[in-house]
């Protein structure tokens, strides 16, 4: 694996950041780390990137310890971290060239200009930073994190600040980059994930809630059932009528004359619906199957 992470565990005076976490990253996916706000996800990624060390438990990068060989970890990794530190008084290229020689990179200037290509930089390159856009100034932070090629991508909030145009042009290349690479993910959008992301990992108050695919994730909302909405122009007594195979429940929904029907994963009773209504003359203002995004799986192991 090229991230792993076992039991890590950080404290801030009484109050536990992580309490034991255990995930891994592979190469070749999008991994999308998810929480709410003081969950543990930039905590986790500063002691990825070396920035803290834990308190108990093991981080290990491309096979090295992030307590024991820091320097390694430091070299396998790229980091985009939320706040951006950037020198605003720096032109672009000239902070491309800057950060090439921190790493002792040959032919300098080869690789600012693949970077400054990549992320879409060409117009703005003679600029100052402190002139650019916020939008901008992320595409140069993803530049800086990713001039040495590195093994791992760590991105907190890469999109943040961009236009349309931009975010679209950013999440294609996190695509194209999670193809080869590690690519570990936070972001608060969920929209973006949905688009990006392979694999989907969610903390909560320092705890791992959830660990999977979106497909798993999606799955383990619904309860592995299928969830149709019904909405009638009468009020119908409709759970004591209906009776199908399948349907596991029929519950009342927050609209007038809305009901809920939940049958198992391979059942969908929309067409006895349909008919049903025709036989009993009423009008059917709805009829739909709820599709469980991201975002209600998040909310849904989140929330209290």
């Known amino acids: 694996m090229s991230v792993q ?21 592979q190469s070749g996916q999008v991994t999308g780390f998810l929480g709410p706000n003081g969950a543990g996800k930039t905590t986790t990624m500063k002691i990825l990137s070396c920035f803290i ?30 706040h951006n530190p950037l020198y605003k008084d720096m032109y672009v290229k000239e902070y491309l060239r800057f950060v090439a020689g921190m790493y002792n990179l040959s032919n300098k200037s080869g690789k600012v200009a693949d970077m400054i290509e990549m992320t879409g930089l060409g117009r703005e390159q003679n600029k100052k ?26 991105l907190d909030e890469p999109t943040s600040g961009l236009d349309p145009n931009q975010l679209a042009d950013i999440r294609n290349l996190i ?5 080869e690479k590690t690519v570990i993910l936070s972001t608060h959008i969920m929209q973006e994930v949905e688009a990006v992301c392979d694999k989907v990992v969610i903390i ?4 791992i809630v959830a660990n999977g695919s979106l497909t798993d994730l999606k799955e383990r909302a619904t309860g592995k059932g299928i969830h149709i909405t019904v909405g ?38 929309r067409p ?17 199957r709820k599709t469980y995004e991201v975002e209600d799986v998040f909310r849904l192991l989140t929330n209290d």
């Open 175 to 179: 695509i194209n980059l999670g193809k």
């Open 232 to 269: 009638f122009g009468d009020d119908v007594p409709f759970d004591e009528k209906f009776n199908k195979e399948g349907v596991t429940s029929i519950k009342k929904g927050q609209a007038l004359n809305e009901w809920i029907v939940t049958t198992h994963s391979d059942i969908d009773v």
């Open 5 to 25: 992470i076992t039991n890590l565990t950080k404290e801030y005076g009484t109050r536990k950041a992580l309490d034991g976490i255990s995930f891994e990253a």
């Open 53 to 82: 060390q834990q308190d108990g438990g093991e981080a290990e990068v491309c096979g090295f310890n992030t307590r024991k060989n820091p320097e390694q970890v430091k070299k396998s990794i790229g980091y985009l971290p939320e």
């Open 129 to 154: 930073i402190g002139a650019l856009s916020k939008g901008y100034r992320q595409r140069v932070g993803l530049a800086q994190a990713l001039i040495h090629d590195p093994e791992v991508l760590i």
């Open 204 to 207: 909560n108050e320092g705890n």
């Open 272 to 288: 006895d619906i349909f008919n049903f209504a025709v036989e009993q003359k009423i009008t059917l203002l709805e009829l739909s």
